[in-house]
C-alpha cells in the first residue's frame, strides 16, 4: 500500500525522523529537503530510499549528525568546506549560499568540500545556482565502483558531474549525468523492490555480465563511453577529491550500509557569472542555442521530463512505500 504525503508534510516527517535519530534540526532539515527533492523529480535512487541507510549510518556514527561544517576562504573566489564527517548536504547549502556573492566580485568562484558524503542529486544543487543566473558546475567522486579501462579492480566511483545554465524566462537548463552507464542509486532502488536490472549496466565480481541487483552492487559498475567515460571518471577524482585533499574512490567506505568509517568523499563547486566576461549576450545566445533544439520535432532540452515529475508531485504530493512510510510513522 502507498501513502500519499505533500512536498512539505514529506519534508517535516523526514526531518523530524533524522533529528531523532542524531542529527541536529539544521542538517536534519538540509537532508529532508534533499532527499524530497530527488524523490519529487523521480529521481528515486537519489530520494526516499536512502532514509533507511542514512538511518543506519547515523546511528552507527558513519555520519556525525552533531557536526557544522567549517569554511575556509583561502583565496578571493575559492572556499574550502570541509563537510567534518557529516551529511553532504549543509556543507552543499553553505557553498550555493556564499558562491554567488564571491563569483560577481571575481567572475568565477570554486568550492571544495572534504571529508563529505552522497551528495545526491547533484543537479538540484547546481540549478540553485542557475536560478541566480550563475552558470555552474558539480563534481563528485563516490565509493570505488568502476574499474580502470583495461583494469579488472574498482578504483573511481560513479563519480557524477552536473551542469546547469540560466534561460532567461525559463527555469535553468540542467544536465546530470553519472560516469556509469546508469547511476548505482538504481541498481540500489531495484535491489530494495527484489527486480532484476537490465543486461549492461554492470558487473559481477568475475567480470560477468549481470542481471542480478545483489551482483552488481558486489562487481563493477560498466562505465559510460567504456574507455571515455574511465578517463572522465579519473578526470573527477582529481577534481573532487585531490583538490579537496580528501579521500579517492577506492579509499572510501560504501554510501550503502553502516559498515567502517565515514566514507570522507568530495565534491567540487563551480559558478561562473556571465556577466563577468565581457560582453552582455549570454542571454540571447543562450536563447539561440535553445531554440535550435527545440525547433527539431523530437528534440528537447536536458531536464524537461524532471520538470514535469516535479510538477506533479507539487499537485499531487508524493507516494510514499510501506516500508519507508513505516520510518515516518513513529
Known amino acids: 500500500m502507498a501513502h500519499v504525503l505533500s512536498i512539505a508534510e514529506a519534508q517535516a516527517r523526514i526531518a523530524s525522523v533524522f533529528v531523532k535519530g542524531g542529527a541536529r534540526a539544521e542538517a536534519a532539515r538540509s537532508v529532508s529537503r534533499a532527499l524530497v527533492g530527488a524523490e519529487a523529480d523521480g529521481l528515486k535512487g ?19 549528525g552533531r557536526v557544522e561544517p567549517k569554511v575556509t576562504q583561502s583565496r578571493p573566489g575559492v572556499l574550502a568546506i570541509d563537510a567534518a564527517c557529516g551529511f553532504a548536504y549543509p556543507a552543499i547549502d553553505i557553498a550555493i549560499e556564499r558562491l554567488p556573492v564571491l563569483a560577481k566580485q571575481q ?13 545526491g542529486a547533484c543537479g ?10 550563475l552558470v555552474a558546475l558539480f563534481f563528485a567522486n563516490t565509493p570505488e565502483a568502476i574499474a ?50 537490465p543486461e549492461g549496466w554492470a558487473l559481477d565480481k568475475d567480470g560477468r555480465p549481470t542481471t542480478d541487483a545483489d551482483a552488481a552492487l558486489a562487481g563493477t559498475m560498466i562505465a559510460l563511453g567504456d574507455a571515455k567515460g574511465a578517463a572522465l571518471a579519473l578526470m573527477v577524482e582529481v577534481l573532487s577529491a585531490a583538490l579537496a585533499g580528501t579521500h579517492f574512490a577506492f579509499e572510501a567506505s560504501s554510501f550503502l550500509d553502516d559498515k567502517g568509517g ?7 563547486i563551480i559558478a561562473i557569472d556571465p556577466a563577468g566576461f565581457g560582453h ?51
Do not use: C
Request: hydrophobic letters at 40%.
Open 148 to 197: 580502470p579501462w583495461g583494469g579488472t579492480r574498482a578504483v573511481f566511483g560513479t563519480n557524477p558531474i552536473a551542469f546547469a545554465a540560466p534561460l532567461e524566462g525559463r527555469t535553468p537548463i540542467v544536465i546530470d549525468l553519472a560516469l556509469s552507464k546508469v547511476a548505482r542509486g538504481n541498481i540500489v532502488a531495484a535491489k530494495q523492490k527484489r527486480e532484476p536490472i
Open 46 to 64: 537519489h530520494g526516499l530510499s536512502r532514509i533507511p541507510t542514512y538511518l543506519a549510518m547515523l546511528k552507527s556514527g558513519k555520519i556525525d
Open 107 to 119: 567572475g568565477i568562484a570554486a568550492a571544495t568540500i572534504s571529508r563529505s558524503n552522497h551528495a
Open 262 to 268: 565515514p566514507p570522507q568523499t568530495g565534491q567540487l
Open 124 to 133: 538540484r544543487h547546481v540549478e540553485r545556482l542557475a536560478e541566480q543566473g
Open 280 to 330: 552582455g549576450g549570454f542571454d540571447e545566445r543562450m536563447q539561440v542555442l535553445a531554440r535550435a533544439i527545440e525547433s527539431q520535432a523530437d528534440a528537447r532540452l536536458p531536464g524537461m521530463r524532471r520538470l514535469a515529475l516535479r510538477e506533479k508531485a507539487q499537485r499531487d504530493g508524493l507516494s510514499v512505500p510501506d516500508e519507508i512510510w513505516n520510518l515516518l510513522d513513529r
